[in-house]
């Protein structure tokens, strides 16, 4: 449904004067998402995860350059044909209850949603009670203010708003930050029914074990870019794991021992050098010649795709 | 309702403290200023008076006491509602600031009203279309405006409308020769026009500049990107979530400008001789009316700080956020 090919998305920021650098926070990046699948999007805070939604819904501040190919439906997407497709045929499930309208209520906000959407009044009304259904929602709780949601109610909430208007792909943020377990496996349900009616998902979270309980796939991203997408998301162990980042990660969970390796270091130094090579070189077991020389592609290997030459 | 109360009460006793010391302050002030109050009384006729006669006024009007003392009776006067005499109108204080009040209340409420609204509109539209010719028009003009003298900006309009195109006339309340309570309305209207421009166009810069921040900061937040990500133009995003959301500081900001109306008020009626509260002001303290003058800046001390309880009492009804705290 979405393919995403050869992205980049770069700032250009100034330092002193008019001296200026430019930031490539979001680089060679390639992904596919097919019907009926979630993909997830791995990686810490911080890493531009978020840049790569906002860069989908061409929603990005006002300063950022992007490059390469968005494709939705086979469609290649240029400002023009997002402005059509945003909350009509994609929609996005924000970080925090702070993404809504502090002084309206979550029913109009909805409501609101399905009539952008492209809905008649009628038909938003029908589909804003419905949504709130889907999400098991009283029809009281329409009435409330965004600040007068609890946490599991506000992410009810957003998912309304992300599919009242039926969008068939669904962007989620960060849903699953300062949400406690029992909330978090419930989102994830509601996640896994919505997407089982036909539409995907990609989820952007920095919870390895909230995307191995849902996704379809896992893209781990480091340092700008997809390093490994992982199709078999039952059993994942760390030996199906091929990337030396996506196991510095799978060690850093606590119930596999909580291990902080240096290769979180080794690359955030290298970032935005624009330099050749892997990023990861000299923090990884066995550095080749190829690693000083450049960037490895997305090559499959048996449980998915990953970029080292290693592998 | 309770709490309404109570931060009722506590908003009217900060209005009394603040019209407390207002009082203090201008009375030293004008105990200081060289106004002679029988020469202000009298005028020249001042000269044909004897000794003894003067005397006699100074001990009837209690001018021989001590500033201190002069100030208690003053006001328990005032707290008793008597302001005085004025002296150039030779009529109860109240009376003329009454009467005056009601020609400079439509003067201030249209050019309130104006300057509000179109500056509201213009900042958003700017504020929204940020760095658009649109935005880059309005801001020329607001800043321009804002560095323009009023007094200025009256002389030119009367030049201009009412000395070369003769749109408009010249002067006052009404056509000359004609008792003030005989004018029509269409007449009132007609004369309120030029001064009612003048306070708007200057009035109209704040607002703008205020409100185009407000809406590009608006911009910047979440939910503004949020609406933008749920389909919303940038013009929808604005109206239908932008407004509402800048609306209170607007409003709070226009009538926190009350102050700078009254001030703007005094000098345009000045300039097209329009007889309302400002030019009763200038009048009074040019011809040293004392009780007058006082009167006015107790009653302009009352006028504003209501002006600013209202913005205050609208937060409640405008913001959800205040409003059930409120009810809590």
Known sequence: MLAIEDLHISFHRYNKGLDRTKLTPVHNLNLEIGVGEIMAIVGESGGGKSLLAHAVLDILPANAETGGKICFCGQEL????????????????????????????????????????????????????????????????????????SGGMAQRVLVAMATVGGAPLIIADEPTTGLDPELLAGFLELLRVTIDNGRAAMLITHDLNAARKVADKIAVFAGGTIVEIINNRENLTSDKLSHPYSRALWDSLPENGFNLSEIKHTYSARENGNQQGCLFRGACCCDREQCEKSIPPLMPVKHGLVRCWNA | MKTFCKYFASKMLRLSIIVAVVSVLSFVLVSFAPLDPITAYLGYDRLQISQEQEAQIISRWGLDKSPPERFLSWAGNILRGDFGKSVIFNEPVVDVIGKRFVASFWLMFFAWL?????????????????????????????????????????????????????????????????????????????????????????????????????????????????????????????????????????????????????SGSVLAEVVFSYPGLGKATVDAGIRGDVPLLLGVVIFSTIFVVVGNLIADLLYTLVDPRVRTEEAI
């Not at chain 2, 309120?192 to 409100?211: D, E, N, W």
């Open chain 1, 78 to 149: 240029d400002r023009k044909k997002i402005n059509k497709l945003r909350g009509r045929k994609i929609s996005l499930v924000p970080q925090s209850v702070s993404y809504l309208n502090p002084l309206l209520t979550v029913g109009r906000q909805v409501f609101r949603a399905a009539v952008v959407a492209g809905l008649s009044k009628k038909e938003a009304k029908i589909a804003r009670d419905s949504a709130f259904d889907m999400v098991s929602l009283e029809e009281a709780s329409m009435k409330l203010y965004p600040f007068q949601l």
């Open chain 2, 114 to 262: 104006f300057s509000g609204l179109l500056g509201f509109i213009l900042g958003a539209v700017a504020g929204t279309f940020r760095n658009s010719l649109a935005d880059r028009v309005i801001r020329f003009y607001a800043y321009t405006l804002a560095s323009t003298p009023t007094f200025w900006v009256a002389m030119i309009l009367l030049v201009f409308f009412a000395v070369k195109l003769g749109w408009f006339p010249v002067c006052c309340a009404g056509p000359l020769g004609v008792a003030p309570e005989d004018v029509s309305f269409a007449d009132r209207l007609y004369h309120l026009a030029l001064p009612v421009l003048t306070l708007s166009l200057v009035g109209i810069a704040q607002i703008t500049l205020h409100t185009r921040e407000k809406m590009i900061d608006f911009f910047q937040s979440n939910h503004a990107t949020y609406a933008l990500a749920c389909g919303e133009t940038r013009s929808s995003t604005a109206i239908f979530h932008g407004l509402r959301n800048i609306l209170l500081p607007a409003i709070t900001l226009q009538f926190a400008s009350l102050g700078e109306l009254f």
